[in-house]
């Protein structure tokens, strides 16, 4: 079974520019979630998707967003960047996101804002 | 607040050398704890799932057991190949698809 494909690898963007990241999940799984990993912060959730319906929000600014399609992959978008936004960007799937449910990682996508 | 803390930020130990990684946790209702493991470059894997206290799961080398408080992970005569960094998250009940990670324990295995 193919695991959860992220595209592109890597990215540099400049400041003010906006990105967006796509994210295949695993084949059955319905729900998608995403983080944010930084040296100093380590991995904090942005969003989590279920049946094309954002479910949960963590504490980013509205630059940040996402959104599902109908086939579960899922792609989020960062508008006016920052250099704080350099980052690596993880997409996990997991079959429904409720109950105790393992979520699988992608390989991610590396951010350079400069 | 909920909060994940993991200890000690870096390990170094010589090949056969066993050890523990800690990871404390501070929630208001659990669901499940999870442990990865991630390499430089890549996304996390997932290693195990533990899901109430006195529960204990294996795979190879590693051990990962679950108190009310914090989680242990064990690892007995680590190889090279070990050497990545553990990640411990926690699922809170009421909370979908977020987990809640700590900053990781980043072990060096030297032959």
């Known amino acids: 079974k193919a695991g959860v494909t992220q595209t592109p690898r890597y990215l540099i963007k400049t400041r003010g520019q906006q990105v967006t990241l796509s994210c295949s999940p695993i084949s059955g799984h319905r729900s998608v979630s995403w983080y944010q990993q930084t040296p100093g912060q380590g991995l904090q959730f942005l969003f989590e998707y279920f049946s094309e319906t954002q479910r949960n929000k963590g504490n980013f600014p509205g630059r940040f967003s996402g959104r599902q399609f109908s086939n579960s992959r899922s792609e989020m978008n960062v508008s006016t960047l920052e250099l704080g936004d350099s980052a690596l960007y993880l997409c996990?799937?997991?079959?429904?996101?409720?109950?105790?449910?393992?979520?699988?990682f992608g390989p991610g996508t590396r951010l350079t804002v400069l | 607040e909920d909060q994940v803390t993991q200890s000690p930020e870096a390990l170094r130990l010589q090949e056969g050398e066993s050890s523990s990684l800690n990871c404390s946790y501070t929630?208001?209702?659990?669901?499940?704890l999870f442990w990865y493991r991630q390499d430089p470059g890549k996304g996390p894997e997932f290693l195990f799932t533990?899901?109430?206290a006195g529960e204990e799961k294996e795979k190879e080398r590693l051990k990962a057991t679950l108190t009310k408080k914090e989680s242990f992970l064990h690892i007995t005569a680590p190889k090279p190949e070990d050497s990545a960094t553990y990640l411990c998250a926690v699922q809170v009940r009421g909370s979908q698809g977020n987990l809640i990670f700590g900053k990781g324990t980043k072990l060096s295995v030297k032959p």
């Open positions: 996990a799937s997991s079959l429904n996101g409720g109950g105790v449910d393992t979520q699988y």
């Open positions: 929630v208001s209702g659990l669901r499940g």
């Open positions: 533990l899901y109430s």
